[in-house]
C-alpha cells in the first residue's frame, strides 16, 4: 500500500499526456478497448486455466432482485479518464476486487478512507439490487511485514495474523460491511505459482541465477501497446524515469519481481525456481483470477497503486491470460494533511485507532465521505470537530423524532402533496447524486432540509400543529434511514450512538460529566443571584471546551459542539 511514486501519481491524471502517448502508437482508446468489451450480459467464457472457483455473490438484504433506479449509475473509470455507465459483465451481479493492506501496523486514516469509500460503493450496488462478490486481500507475507517481525523479533506470519484481526477491528468500528473473501498470500500460494508459471510459458518471464523471477516489460510493450494506459504513461519514460536503483541484473530497468528467492531466515515456499515467495504484483493478478475469474467488473484501490501496481498487474493478467480485462479501474483520492498525502513512509499520518481515541467512528466515516472519493482531502482536528457536530445532529433528529412516533400511536392526517413532494425530492437527490460516480457530499447535503424540517414539526409550534405531522415523520424518518444504511451511517442504537459522541466531547475536553454537571450548578445559582457575567463566562469557558450549554422547558442541559475558540 505505501509505495509512492508522486511525481508520476501526479503527472497519470494530466489526461492530455495519455493522448499523447496513444498518438504516439497510434492506438487511440476507443479502438484499443472497444475490441475487447464485452457486449450484452454474458460472461466471456474462458480458455484459460486459472479458471475462477465458483462466485459466490452477497444477497442485497430484503431487496427485490433487478435494478429499481431512475438514474443510470455512472462511474468514473481511471483507464478511460471517463465516467461511464456502469455495466456488470452478468447481468444482476458485479464482481470487485479491492487491494487490502499489507498488516505490519496498525490502519492510518488514509486506509480507512479506502476502505470506507468501496464500502459505500459496496452497500449502493447492493442497494441498486446487484448481487456483488467483494475480494480485498491481505499482502501476508512482504518486505515490510519481515522486516518489522524481526525487530520485534516476533514471527512473521504471526505478526500479520496479529495486524489482519486489528484491521478487521477497525473496519467493524467504521462500519465497512465484510468483504465476501479476503484471500491471503500464504493461502494462495499454489495459484499464484501457476500464474507466473504461464507468464513464463507465454513467454514473459526470465529466471535469474538465483531463482529470482522477473517479468520482461519490453517483451509485453512489443505485444501490447497499451502498457501504461491506466497510469497514462509513455513506456519509453519508463524507463527513463525509473527512480529505484538500477538492477544490473534486470533486462529492463522498468522489470519487477514475480517471484524472490528466499533469503535466510524469511518464510519461503516450494517453487519451480526454488525457495521463495511471490513479488508484490502477482498476489492481486493471482487471487482476482481465482476468485472472480480473468474477467471481472471493478478494480479498486487507493490512486498510489495506479502506477506501477495495477499497470503491472494488468500486464501480468494479460501476460497469463490474454483474455484478462477488468472493466472499471477505481481509485480513491489522497487523505491529506497541510496538502502533503498522509502515509506511513513520510511519517506524517494518524492511525485510525489514534483518531477514534478522540472521535466517534460515525464522526470519521461522516468526514472521509463528506468529501467525493477521487477528491484529496484534508485532515485536521476543526473537520473532524464539524464532522462529529453534524453527526450528533443528524442522530439526535432521528432520536427526538424515534420518540415522538412511538409515543404517539394515532396517525394523524395522511401527508400533503407538499409533504411528498419533499420526500420525492430527497429520493431524486439521492438517486441522482449516488449514480453520478457517487456523489457522497451531494447526499449528505441534500439531507440538510429534511432535517430541518424533521426538527420544525418536533419542536416547533407550528410544526407540532401540523395535522400530518406524524405521517410526514415516519416517511422522512424512512427515507433517511435508508440513505444513512447506504453511506453505512445508520447506528445500531440511536440512544448509544448519542451517549459516545457525548462521552467524546468529554474526553477531548478533559472533562468528566460531573464537572459539567457542577459547571451548569454554577451557572444556575449564578442566573438565580442575577449574576449574568458569571452565568454568561461560564457557559462561554464550556463552549469554548466544546460543551454547549442548553435551556429547555425540562432544565438545563448540554451536547457536544465546536469548541469556539477552534478554527479551521
Ligand atoms: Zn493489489
Not at 179 to 192: K, N
Not at 207 to 214: C, M
Not at 347 to 363: A, C, D, Q
Request: hydrophobic letters at 35%; a neutral charge; charged letters at 25%.
Amino acid at each position: 500500500m505505501e509505495t509512492l511514486v508522486p511525481k508520476f501519481v501526479h503527472r497519470a491524471l494530466i489526461f492530455q499526456r495519455s493522448l499523447v502517448f496513444h498518438r504516439r502508437f497510434h492506438v487511440p482508446f476507443a479502438q484499443t478497448y472497444s475490441h475487447l468489451r464485452v457486449v450484452g450480459s454474458s460472461r466471456p467464457i474462458s480458455t484459460c486455466a486459472s479458471s475462477a472457483r465458483s462466485v459466490q455473490y452477497a444477497e442485497p438484504e430484503g431487496k427485490e432482485q433487478g435494478l429499481h433506479v431512475d438514474a443510470e449509475f455512472h462511474l468514473y473509470n481511471t483507464m478511460t479518464r471517463n465516467k461511464e455507465r456502469f455495466q456488470p459483465l452478468v447481468a444482476g451481479k458485479v464482481g470487485m476486487y479491492v487491494c487490502g493492506v499489507t498488516p505490519y501496523d496498525y490502519c492510518h486514516i488514509g486506509h480507512a478512507r479506502v476502505y470506507v469509500s468501496f464500502d459505500v460503493l459496496y452497500r449502493y450496488l447492493m442497494h441498486l439490487g446487484f448481487k456483488v462478490k467483494y475480494v480485498r486481500n491481505f499482502t501476508d507475507v512482504d518486505d515490510k511485514i519481515i522486516a518489522r517481525a524481526s525487530k520485534q523479533g516476533e514471527d512473521p506470519v504471526a505478526l500479520s495474523a496479529r495486524f489482519c484481526n486489528e484491521f478487521h477491528v477497525d473496519m467493524e468500528a467504521l462500519q465497512c460491511l465484510p468483504a465476501t473473501v479476503e484471500p491471503r498470500v500464504t493461502t494462495h500460494m499454489s495459484s499464484i505459482i501457476k500464474m507466473i508459471e504461464q507468464i513464463m510459458e507465454n513467454g514473459y518471464g526470465y529466471v535469474l541465477e538465483n531463482g529470482d523471477v522477473y517479468f520482461s516489460v519490453d517483451k509485453y510493450a512489443e505485444k501490447h501497446p497499451t502498457y501504461g494506459c491506466l497510469a497514462g504513461r509513455d513506456f519509453d519514460e519508463n524507463r527513463a524515469g525509473e527512480r529505484v536503483a538500477i538492477d544490473e541484473r534486470k533486462r529492463n530497468p522498468a522489470d519487477f519481481a514475480l517471484w524472490k528467492s528466499a533469503k535466510k531466515g524469511e518464510p519461503a515456499w516450494e517453487s519451480p525456481w526454488g525457495l521463495g515467495r511471490p513479488g508484490w504484483h502477482i498476489e492481486c493478478s493471482a487471487m482476482s483470477a481465482e476468485h472472480l475469474g480473468p474477467c471481472f467488473d471493478i478494480h479498486g484501490g487507493g490512486m498510489d497503486l495506479i502506477f506501477p501496481h495495477h499497470e503491472n498487474e494488468i500486464a501480468q493478467s494479460c501476460a497469463a491470460c490474454s483474455e484478462s480485462r477488468v472493466s472499471y479501474w477505481m481509485h480513491n483520492g489522497f487523505v491529506t494533511i497541510d496538502a502533503e498525502k498522509m502515509s506511513k513512509s513520510l511519517g506524517n499520518f494518524f492511525t485510525i485507532r489514534e483518531v477514534l481515541e478522540k472521535y466517534h467512528p460515525m464522526s470519521l466515516r461522516l468526514f472521509l465521505i463528506g468529501t467525493h472519493y477521487r477528491s484529496p482531502i484534508n485532515y485536521s482536528n476543526y473537520q473532524l470537530e464539524k464532522a462529529s457536530d453534524r453527526a450528533y445532529y443528524i442522530f439526535q433528529t432521528l432520536e427526538d423524532c424515534a420518540h415522538c412516533l412511538s409515543s404517539n400511536a394515532d396517525a394523524g392526517s395522511p401527508m400533503s402533496s407538499e409533504d411528498n413532494a419533499c420526500i420525492e425530492k430527497l429520493q431524486s437527490s439521492f438517486q441522482y447524486s449516488m449514480a453520478d460516480d457517487l456523489l457522497t457530499p451531494a447526499v449528505i447535503a441534500a439531507l440538510s432540509e429534511p432535517l430541518r424540517i424533521m426538527n420544525d414539526l418536533l419542536h416547533t409550534k407550528q410544526g407540532r400543529k401540523n395535522k400530518s405531522r406524524l405521517a410526514y415523520l415516519k416517511a422522512l424518518q424512512a427515507e433517511i434511514n435508508q440513505i444513512l444504511e447506504v453511506l453505512g451511517l445508520l447506528p445500531r442504537s440511536l440512544p448509544q450512538v448519542l451517549e459516545e459522541l457525548r462521552f467524546k466531547a468529554l474526553c477531548r475536553s478533559n472533562l468528566s460529566n460531573e464537572d459539567v454537571d457542577i459547571q451548569i450548578k454554577k451557572r444556575a445559582e449564578a442566573r438565580a443571584a442575577k449574576d449574568y457575567d458569571r452565568s454568561d463566562k461560564i457557559r462561554d469557558t464550556l463552549a469554548s471546551q466544546g460543551i454547549a450549554v442548553m435551556d429547555t422547558p425540562q432544565g438545563t442541559t448540554w451536547r457536544p459542539c465546536i469548541p469556539t475558540n477552534m478554527s479551521d
